[in-house]
Structures are given as C-alpha cells and as structure tokens.
C-alpha cells in the first residue's frame, strides 16, 4: 500500500476554490480505530461553513465526516469490525480522501442490498430525518407537518418517512423540477417559498401546522413561525440561507405558545444504542426499497470546489457525493 493518498486540503479559508487536491500521508488505525478505503464520501452544508470561516477550524484540514467503504485495516481493541467488512459513518473526520480512519465505536455496518453510494448517502441525512421525526418532535399519525427543501438531500427522506408514519405532509421548493420530486417522495402539497405561511394556513383551514422542520434557517424562520398552529413546534435543524439573527422570545409567546428547538445530530447519537437504533432503521428501509434514496450528483474527489459551488448555488438536488 502506498505511503501517501490524495485528499482536498484546505490551507485557507474562503470560497469554494479553497479546496485543493493534495498528496498527503496515508492516515494509520489507532487503538480502537479502522482504516476504511473510502467509495464515497458525502459532501454536507456544514463543510461549506467550515471552509468559509463561518465555523472555525483549525487550518489546514481535510473536510468531510461522511462516508463509506470497506475496512483495510483494523486497530488494537476492536473486536467487532473485520477486514473486507463494509462501514459507514456519519461521525467520521477527513473523508474527502481516498483513506480515512474512523473510530470503530461510530462505524455503522452496511447490510448486503446497500450500494456504496447509497451507504455513502444515507448517514448523516438519513439519520438526521430519523431523530427530527421521533426525538427532536415525535410525529404522530394524523398530524400536519411542514418540512422545508423538499427537494433536498434531509427533505426527501423526511417526506417519505413522514408519509410512512401516516402524516400529512406539505413542503416548500423553489422549482418545477424541485416540485415534482417533492411530489414524487410523496408530499401532499407543495408549495413555493413566496407567501407559504399564508398557503399553509389557508391550506390548514387557518389552524396551521403541528411541526415544521427547517434546514433553510435565516430567510424562512420568520414564515416558519407564523405557520404554525397554537402550541406548535418548530424544528430548525440547519441554515442554508445563513444563520437567524436574535430574536425577542415573547414572539413565541405572542404566536400561540410556540417553542422552538435547534438540534444537532450529535446530540442524538450519543451511545452506540442510538447509532444502532436509527442506522438499522434507515439502512433496512433503503435495503427493502421503503426508503427510496436520491443521489443528485457524483463529483470526482479533485472537483470539491464545483460540488461546493453547485450545492451552495441549489443547483443539486437529493444527496452529493464525492468520488475518489
């Protein structure tokens, strides 16, 4: 095996050019650890934070915590994992490479009718739709649900895991194209983002919805409000749009007794328990065609800075991926 492997390096931050393709040293499995040769590697909103300053990390680094491959080496004290084995990962770091370790205790075993790509896919979007709908606001059958981006890589696999608890479902696009597979996925209505707290309500017959789950952030918080029923709830788990400014707390008040949470996916996997429950969930889902999971785009690894530019301008639906 080769002393060295290339891998997108940042040395600097900034727009998507930042992200260089670099020989650098093959990582080594540690204690506890596995050394996975990676088929793919999911690229994430987050790392366009990272790479642009708006989240500080030590420089330089190697994106990516999102991956799949297959186990080529195996660290002292791991007694689970074996060489050959397939693995995911949603807890990984530096994946934007052709190696990267990851620690046994967060690799997620991939069962056989799980494609690379889609194994790649389904860690981090799959089980953030999974903890948004059953731990961050637990969906009952029945309920009125407005999820944001219905196109997008979470927004998709909300959709259809909503439908299957037996919601009704409305979503927000911002194109045709968007709308069909919003549609497709199996949302009830969609709708565009211009006046949809007003589409909701009249939709809702003025009542509003349960929950709305929100990935967008800044541009949609204040519709995301006002769309809700009284003693509703509103999720915002991301910030595509970038982040919401303060806010006065009375407005939940003055809304009808609304709260409010902003989760993070870590907090949701926090012993190898919940990794287990919500990665067999999603992964048996995909594997019996329950879960129908979209790749949008596949870019060479040495092209991170167009997928970056493409998913920053929407121009991706579904889920991104890079490809070593």
């Known amino acids: 095996m080769s002393e060295n492997m290339k891998a997108i390096v940042v040395t600097e931050t900034g727009g998507p050019d930042v992200l260089r393709a670099a020989d650098v040293p093959m990582p ?11 088929a793919a590697s999911g690229v994430n909103f987050i790392e366009t934070y990272q790479r642009s300053g708006h989240y500080a990390i030590d420089l330089p680094y190697t994106p990516g915590s999102e991956a799949a491959g297959s186990i080529v080496a195996v660290g002292d004290g791991v007694e689970d ?12 770091r530096s994946t934007y490479a052709e190696f990267t370790v990851v620690e046994a205790a967060k690799a997620l075993q991939v069962p056989d009718g799980v494609s690379d790509d889609v194994a790649a896919a389904l860690p981090l979007q799959g089980m953030t739709a999974h903890y948004l709908i059953n731990s961050s606001y637990h969906v009952e059958p029945g309920q009125t649900v407005l999820t944001h981006a219905g196109a997008g890589g979470v927004g998709l ?3 259809q895991l909503l439908k299957d608890r037996g919601a009704r479902v409305i979503s927000t696009v911002s194109t045709d194209e968007k709308e069909a597979l919003a549609r497709g996925a199996g949302a009830d209505e969609v709708l ?3 006046g949809f707290p007003e ?20 541009n949609t918080f204040d519709g995301s409000l006002r769309a809700l029923r009284l003693r509703g709830t509103l999720v915002l788990y991301g910030a595509a749009s970038g982040p919401v400014p303060p806010f006065d707390l009375q407005r939940l008040n003055a809304g009808g007794s609304l709260s409010i949470t902003r989760p993070k996916l870590g907090d949701f996997l926090q012993n190898p328990q919940e990794r287990r429950w919500r990665s067999e969930e999603v992964f048996t889902a995909a594997a019996t065609g329950k879960l129908e999971v979209r790749i949008g785009a596949r870019y060479p690894l040495a ?6 530019t493409d998913l920053q301008a929407r121009k991706t639906t579904g889920k991104v991926l890079l490809v070593p």
């Open 303 to 308: 092209e991170a800075a167009q997928a970056h």
């Open 28 to 38: 080594l499995a540690g204690p506890g650890e596995l050394l996975i040769k990676v």
């Open 81 to 92: 994992f074996a060489v050959g084995q397939r693995v995911a990962t949603a807890e990984g």
């Open 199 to 218: 589409r909701v309500r009249a939709i809702t017959d003025g009542t509003g919805v349960d929950v709305v789950y929100d990935g967008v952030g800044k």
């Open 192 to 194: 565009r983002y211009d």
């Open 157 to 159: 696999l909300l959709i």
